[in-house]
């Protein structure tokens, strides 16, 4: 038994196998087998199944981003690793010069660099789903969503080894030696990233539609920062320091940083129960994605 939804939007045929139309109402209808629409552990395997088929595609959209990217701008690849550079930049002024007064257990320009570059690629995380509608190419070919997925996420992971140049070169500076913890510290920023990305899955179908949600997420972030061990460590008393505490991003972040430096270990439970959470929300907004993606395309006429 199928189901039987009528479609405004005639261009929907170009992106959806299943359209078919019908010659008598002349209306278009999406024929959706019970099977693939009911059923979200099918929908799941098939986007898990896509990352693997569409992993060339995937690259090829990669490495033309990349060239366009060089090409357009004189600085290049640069802008990458710029903005937190010159975030840190900021706030080591502002500390030097009495303005703010932070107290930290390693030099503070690799702690506020270092968070910085970590809040980025988790910003970069949520930039990877939740703008994953917006591809022109998306718009216009049966080209699954995955590819697009696959090809930001590839970004970020760039972003993060370009990242290390300025803290390779603080790390010589202040003759900091890497500790042994340091191995698995890119694991510790997979995990930040897929927080992120589970975050922007959910909120990426509202992103297509409402231009409102990309500015109330900049906003949202910018206020999270100040939230989070970023520019300054984890407050133990005072409103501002319970506030920190009960934020789901300070273990994530506190984790990466003690990896990276080799500090006081951090307890790993809150972290790992963290992204055992977003592993979880990124499965369910797979599956929001292709459950939207028709009803999207029905409301903005692509």
């Known amino acids: 038994m199928s189901s039987v939804e009528t479609v405004d939007h005639r261009k929907i045929a170009a992106i959806e196998p299943d359209v078919r139309h019908s010659p008598r109402s002349g209306d278009w209808v999406v024929y959706a087998p019970s099977g693939a629409r009911s059923h979200p552990l099918v929908l799941l395997r098939q986007s898990l199944s896509n990352f693997w ?22 600085m290049g690849y640069a802008w990458l690793f710029s903005g937190p550079i010159m975030t840190a930049a900021m706030w080591v002024f502002l500390r030097s010069q009495a303005v703010v007064s932070i107290d930290t257990k390693i030099p503070y320009p690799l702690f506020v660099l270092s ?7 988790l910003r970069a995380g949520f ?6 509608y917006s ?35 603080l790390f010589l500076l202040y003759q900091y030696r890497l500790p042994a913890t340091v191995l698995l510290f890119p694991l510790a920023v997979a995990g930040l990233v897929l927080t992120g990305a589970a975050a922007g899955c959910f909120l990426a179908p509202l992103a297509a539609l409402y231009g409102d949600i990309g500015r109330m997420t900049h906003i ?10 970023v520019i ?11 506030l920190m505490q009960w934020n789901p991003f300070t273990p994530l972040l506190n984790v990466c940083r003690e990896l990276l430096f080799g500090g006081h270990a ?9 992204v055992i959470i977003a592993a979880g929300m990124l499965a369910i907004g797979l599956i929001l994605l292709h459950v939207a993606r028709p009803h999207i395309i029905a409301r903005k006429g692509m």
């Open 53 to 74: 088929s569409t992993r060339e595609l995937a690259w090829i959209l990669f490495t033309r981003d990349l060239k366009s990217q060089v090409r357009r701008s004189f």
């Open 220 to 229: 949202v972030f910018m206020g999270l920062m100040y939230l989070s061990p």
């Open 115 to 121: 968070g910085t570059i970590l809040w980025g690629l």
């Open 127 to 132: 930039d990877a789903t939740v703008d994953v």
């Open 266 to 274: 951090q307890p790993l439970l809150p972290a790992i129960v963290m």
């Open 135 to 169: 591809s022109d190419i998306l718009k216009k070919l049966n080209v699954p969503i995955e590819a697009f997925i696959a090809r930001n996420l590839a970004n970020v992971a760039f972003q993060f080894l370009l990242a290390g140049i300025p803290l390779s070169c």
């Open 232 to 242: 300054y460590p984890v407050r133990e008393t005072g409103w501002l320091g319970a």
